[in-house]
């Protein structure tokens, strides 16, 4: 499956965005999804994972109330609405698809998205 995301951009501390991925290629309903980021200098790392139907949803502790991740099989699209956003937040945010039972380890990861950069100003 091919990932096409976007959606960041520059926000001040406490704003919000929604960043989208949209998917082709395959059959998107067959795949698990998740978001990651990665910040300068620092190893990609997990935000969030929705499963195939969107039943299930998991969250980083340090996202989890502030971030939500969703759905759309009828659009092959992914999104990830973020708010109250912090300076740490800033990265450029990945999404990813699996079609493993595991979404939140960056190994089980067969499709990446190309990032896009979110900014989080103070």
């Known amino acids: 499956v091919q990932l096409q995301a976007c959606g960041g951009g520059l926000v001040q501390a406490g704003g919000s965005l929604r960043p989208s991925c949209a998917a082709s290629?395959?059959?998107?309903?067959?795949?698990?999804m998740g978001w990651f980021r990665q910040a300068p200098g620092k190893e990609r790392e997990f935000v969030s994972g929705?499963?195939?139907?969107?039943?299930?949803?998991y969250y980083a502790d340090s996202v989890r109330g502030r971030f939500t991740i969703s759905r759309d099989n009828a659009k092959n699209t992914v999104y990830l609405q973020m708010t109250r956003l912090k300076p740490e937040d800033t990265a450029v945010y990945y999404c990813?698809?699996?079609?493993?039972?595991?979404?939140?380890?960056?190994?089980?990861?067969?499709?990446w998205g190309q990032g896009t950069l979110v900014t989080v100003s103070s």
């Open positions: 990813g698809a699996t079609k493993a039972a595991m979404v939140v380890v960056t190994t089980y990861i067969t499709s």
């Open positions: 290629g395959d059959t998107f309903s067959s795949y698990q």
């Open positions: 929705i499963s195939w139907t969107g039943d299930n949803t």
